[in-house]
T-cell receptor, first 115, second 113 residues
Framework: AQKVTQAQTEISVVEKEDVTLDCVYE???????LFWYKQPPSGELVFLIR??????QNEISGRYSWNFQKSTSSFNFTITASQVVDSAVYFC????????????FGTGTSLTVIP | EAGVAQSPRYKIIEKRQSVAFWCNPI?????LYWYQQILGQGPKLLIQ????????DSQLPKDRFSAERLKGVDSTLKIQPAKLEDSAVYLC???????????FGEGSRLTVL
């Protein structure tokens, strides 16, 4: 069965610190997609990144970077030099080819960046 | 490009009453989803449409929830009768196809008293 675990419920950091949000997933499928979404206080889920299971290359986008490791079934998200605007709930999600794009979301990590 | 539109943003009803939520996806997006997000949890899929056909409604409580997407564009989610545990944010999302990323609306927050 598909499952996404975000063990960190809440994280607080001081502005400019780096922070890593953990995501561990379970699936029996060989073809799947992993996502990160940001949910600010306004409530709308904002897409951040998608990776497919065949591409383990790490990705960097500005202050954001993602570390995908199939060996440990992890897809961790790091924010470098955090800012107050990064305060939000972050969700990791899994979608596999067999379920026609049904997304399995983790329970989310609430990040608070303290000025 | 306009995003996913949802209404109403907020709704307060008493238990056993009915409520309906509306969603208009991004133009051209064939796949539409309704998710339920209870406070402190991740979104849970209720129903997925591909054009006007249902792809997955296995987690939809069909005794009280119904959804339709008659013309393959906008969609309505109805709850009748509502229970206290239905208090949640109802998120609509759309995607271009069945493997693309989801684009979410701002959600409709339901409070059942």
């Amino acid at each position: 069965a598909q499952k996404v675990t975000q063990a960190q419920t809440e994280i607080s950091v001081v502005e400019k610190e780096d922070v890593t949000l953990d995501c561990v997933y379970e699936t029996r499928d060989t073809t799947y997609y992993l996502f990160w979404y940001k949910q600010p206080p306004s409530g709308e889920l904002v897409f951040l990144i998608r990776r497919n299971s065949f591409d383990e290359q790490n990705e960097i986008s500005g202050r954001y970077s993602w570390n995908f490791q199939k060996s440990t079934s992890s897809f961790n998200f790091t924010i470098t030099a955090s800012q107050v605007v990064d305060s939000a709930v972050y969700f990791c999600a899994l979608s596999d080819a067999n379920t026609g794009n049904q997304f399995y979301f983790g329970t989310g990590t609430s990040l608070t960046v303290i000025p | 490009e306009a995003g996913v539109a949802q209404s109403p943003r907020y709704k307060i009803i008493e238990k056993r009453q009915s409520v309906a939520f509306w969603c208009n996806p991004i133009s051209g997006h064939a796949t539409l989803y309704w998710y339920q997000q209870i406070l402190g949890q991740g979104p849970k899929l209720l129903i997925q449409f591909q054009n006007n056909g249902v792809v997955d409604d296995s987690q939809l409580p069909k005794d009280r929830f119904s959804a339709e997407r008659l013309k393959g564009v906008d969609s309505t989610l109805k709850i009748q009768p509502a229970k206290l545990e239905d208090s949640a944010v109802y998120l609509c999302a759309s995607s271009l196809d069945r493997i693309g990323e989801l684009f979410f609306g701002e959600g409709s927050r339901l409070t059942v008293l």
